[in-house]
């Protein structure tokens, strides 16, 4: 008896494109629903070393919920490596500023920290408004 464990090429995988809105769906909850697709893991051929995952757009970024008082009191810090060159910003500002980029950081604290999980990263859209330029791909709605 020979048994085969059949394994995955990364020219066979199919990608699907799912559409998220975020009014209203708190932060974190969203960003690991998103990761989960982004690396492929609802799939039944998933791999650790393969990027099997699908597209996921992101409607409606600035309307995303946050529970307690995370918008005064989590803080998004960057340091420029010269002396003084350390930048904070609050969630809440941010959230003004470029509501993309929240969700953007969220989703990539939940992926890998390598080549793969950057390559996933790029499989993300998000949009602040409700309109997106992905028509021609059909996508789905993530349930």
Known sequence: MTAKTYTLRASETERRWYVVDATDETLGRLASRIARILEGKHKPTYQPNLDSGDFVIVLNAEKVAVTRDKRESKVYI???GYPGGLKQESLGHLLERRPEEVIRRAVKGMLPRNRLGAHQ???????????????????????
């Open 78 to 80: 960057r340091h420029s």
């Open 121 to 143: 990263l790029g499989k993300l859209k998000i949009y602040a408004g409700p309109d997106h330029p992905h028509q021609a791909q059909r996508p789905e709605p993530l349930a």
